[in-house]
């Protein structure tokens, strides 16, 4: 099976713009999870979408967003980008039939705001 | 608030054995979970505990005691490339069965020659 794979790999925006980051995760796998990682806050979560409903919030500003489509694929959107905002974005698939703490990430998106 | 506290780094050498402990500050729980990562690569999952006791997995073991809040994975026989962060996990038990998890902020190890 193919894992989590994550579009693009790396990203360099200007404040104010906004960004994309796509999410396809394993086959079979309807739950995505969004975090992101930073030095300072180190792994946060951002939100959780199974069957295309978000299921869990993260304490992050309504800028991000995201969404699930019915073939599972997740996008993530950052609108008004901040300097802040720079960080590695990290998508997570997880089983249903199984543990919720078994999750399979793909390899992130670095975004870098200047 | 849920938190998990570990080291914030851990130095060995090859061949060694080093513990990473963590412990954690939940309203509920349902079970304590390890990752690694490699610099700039993505979180893997490496073992999951969800009742008290050792869980071996190959040079890798995690223990857990729910009574103390208190866990810790356990690296034997050190390698070059066990050179990684380690983060310790919970289900957060506001979010009900789903995936939300939260992560310690991670202890890096370096294993040396």
């Known amino acids: 099976k193919a894992g989590v794979t994550q579009t693009p790999r790396y990203l360099i925006k200007t404040r104010g713009q906004q960004v994309t980051l796509s999410c396809s995760p394993i086959?079979?796998?309807?739950?995505v999870s969004w975090y992101q990682q930073t030095p300072g806050q180190g792994l946060q979560f951002l939100f959780e979408?199974?069957?295309?409903?978000?299921?869990n919030k993260g304490n992050f500003p309504g800028r991000f967003s995201g969404r699930q489509f019915s073939n599972s694929r997740s996008e993530m959107n950052v609108s008004t980008l901040e300097l802040g905002d720079s960080a590695l974005y990290l998508c997570?698939?997880?089983?249903?039939?199984?543990?919720?703490?078994?999750?399979?990430f793909g390899p992130g998106t670095r975004l870098l705001v200047l | 608030g849920q938190s998990l506290e570990q080291p914030s780094e851990v130095t060995a050498v090859e061949g060694a054995i080093v513990q990473i402990n963590c412990t954690y500050q939940?309203?509920?729980?349902?079970?304590l979970s390890w990752y690694q990562q490699h610099d700039g690569g993505a979180p893997t999952f490496l073992s999951y505990?969800?009742?008290?006791g050792l869980e071996e997995t190959g040079r890798f073991s995690s223990f857990l005691s729910r009574s103390d809040s208190y866990g810790y994975l356990l690296l034997q026989e050190l390698q070059m490339k066990d050179s990684a962060s380690y983060f310790c996990?919970?289900?957060?038990?506001?979010?009900?069965?789903?995936?939300?998890?939260?992560f310690g902020q991670g202890t890096t190890l370096q294993v040396k020659p």
């Open positions: 979408y199974f069957s295309e409903t978000q299921r």
């Open positions: 939940t309203s509920g729980f349902y079970g």
């Open positions: 997570a698939s997880t089983q249903e039939r199984g543990s919720r703490e078994t999750q399979y």
């Open positions: 505990n969800a009742l008290d």
């Open positions: 996990a919970v289900r957060d038990p506001s979010s009900g069965n789903t995936g939300k998890l939260i």
């Open positions: 086959s079979g796998h309807r739950s």
